[in-house]
Each structure stands twice: as structure tokens, then as C-alpha cells.
């Protein structure tokens, strides 16, 4: 069965850089039309759509985050790591990787990982 | 960037009765060349990750009740269950995936009254 798992720190200081790692099992990434995005969810807030990284490498970024957001994937570990930059207190959240639904165009998500809930204070 | 808004914030229904969420985007999801709303409604309970319940606005994920139907087009979007469980307390989400960046909408809490 298809699951993910987010690992990374759990604290990081302010204008430090994050990087965060999502180990999937159930799937290949190089399997035709599979793509595994990154969400974030501040504590009590909604859900925030950041990044998306397909099969053949094509990545989508959100516009207000892109300058500081890098989504990369590992074939061979099975992994998809996203890195943020300059990190401030307003990007603790916790944050969720997820499978992209099959089928063209169906860019919403059908399996997700627990999460990992990551505090930026100094 | 499309902006998903969701009426009410919170709602308190009754075991057994309906639950009506509604969502409406800032723009069109219809994507004229095939006819689909690229829009999604998810469920949130406490701790853990959000789960897919509808998707294309009315297509249920598998797996999922009956109970939990999708409506609507355009910009006007309904999730509606038909007749609440104990288990339907969640947090809802919709989202749009018609272009990035793939926004949610502010959430809906659902609770019995």
C-alpha cells in the first residue's frame, strides 16, 4: 500500500533553512503521471498548498513562496525533499507530504503522511 | 491566485439530520475543454492528516461513504452529508487544483448540536 513519512527537524531557528524529507513506499517517482507535493498547516490555522514535483522532474511552486522553496526528488531512495529558506516564525506549521492523485490533471492528493510539526523560534 | 472561500466557519448539526458546506471560488475552476471542476473537498479530524472525500466536485473517493456527496460548478461548490454520524465531526476543506497555486479554503468546522 501507498504510504509517506515527512522527517526533519523539529525546531530550526529564524533565518535558518529547512529541509525536509519525504520517504514513500508503495510507488516508484518515476512511474508515468505520479507526483507528491508538499502542504503546511499552522497550529489551528488551514491548509497551505507550497509545492508539487512530478515523475519527469516538473516541479510547481507556489507563486508567494518560490524565491525561498526548492522541491527535489531522489528516485533511487525513494525520497522527495523540499527546502525553504530564511525561515521566520510565521512557517511553524506542521508540514505534510502527499501522493498526487492518478490521472491527468488531478492535482489533489489521495495519501498522506502524518506530518512533522516544525517550530522556527531563536 | 484563486481565493476558496467556505460558508459557515462552523456549523452544529443534529445526529441523523443534513450538513450543508459550502464553498465558492474567486474565478472559474471549469475547465472548458473537458467539462471538469477542478475541485476537491477534504476532511480533518484532530491530529491527523486531511482525507480525500470528493474530487472532479462530485466523484467520491473510494472508500468513501455514500452519506458524503459533492455539487456545483463554476465557482459555487456544496458538500453535503446526508445524514450525520459521530464520526462526521471533522474540520472540511475544499481546494481548487485548476492552477497554482493549489489554494484550500479557509476550513469548516462540523460539530453536533
Known amino acids: 500500500q501507498i504510504t509517506l513519512k515527512e522527517s526533519g527537524p523539529t525546531l530550526v531557528k529564524p533565518t535558518q533553512t529547512l529541509t525536509l524529507t519525504c520517504t514513500v513506499s508503495?510507488?516508484?517517482?518515476?512511474?508515468?503521471?505520479?507526483?507528491v507535493g508538499w502542504i503546511r498547516q499552522p497550529p489551528g490555522k488551514a491548509l497551505e498548498w507550497l509545492a508539487l514535483?512530478?515523475?519527469?522532474?516538473?516541479?510547481r511552486y507556489s507563486p508567494s513562496l518560490k524565491n525561498r522553496l526548492t522541491i527535489t526528488k531522489d528516485t533511487s531512495k525513494n525520497q522527495v525533499v523540499l527546502t525553504m529558506t530564511n525561515m521566520d516564525p510565521v512557517d511553524t506549521a506542521t508540514y505534510y507530504c502527499?501522493?498526487?492523485?492518478?490521472?491527468?490533471?488531478?492535482?489533489?492528493?489521495?495519501?498522506w503522511g502524518q506530518g512533522t510539526l516544525v517550530t522556527v523560534s531563536s | 491566485d484563486i481565493v476558496m472561500t467556505q460558508s459557515p466557519d462552523s456549523l452544529a448539526v443534529s445526529l441523523g439530520e443534513r450538513a450543508t458546506i459550502n464553498c465558492k471560488s474567486s474565478?472559474?475552476?471549469?475547465?472548458?475543454?473537458?467539462?471538469?471542476?477542478?475541485f476537491a473537498w477534504y476532511q480533518q479530524k484532530p491530529g491527523q492528516p486531511p482525507k480525500l472525500l470528493i474530487y472532479?466536485?462530485?466523484t467520491r473517493e473510494s472508500g468513501v461513504p455514500d452519506r458524503f456527496s459533492g455539487s456545483g460548478s463554476g465557482t459555487d461548490f456544496t458538500l453535503t452529508i446526508s445524514s450525520l454520524q459521530a464520526e462526521d465531526v471533522a474540520v472540511y476543506y475544499c481546494?481548487?487544483?485548476?492552477?497554482?497555486?493549489?489554494?484550500f479554503g479557509q476550513g469548516t468546522k462540523l460539530e453536533i448540536k
Open positions: 474565478q472559474s475552476v471549469l475547465y472548458s475543454s473537458n467539462n471538469k471542476n477542478y
Open positions: 481546494q481548487q487544483y485548476y492552477s497554482t497555486p493549489y489554494s
Open positions: 502527499a501522493h498526487r492523485l492518478g490521472g491527468s490533471g488531478t492535482n489533489t492528493f489521495d495519501y
Open positions: 514535483i512530478y515523475w519527469d522532474d516538473d516541479q
Open positions: 472532479w466536485a462530485s
Open positions: 508503495g510507488f516508484s517517482l518515476s512511474t508515468s503521471g505520479v507526483g
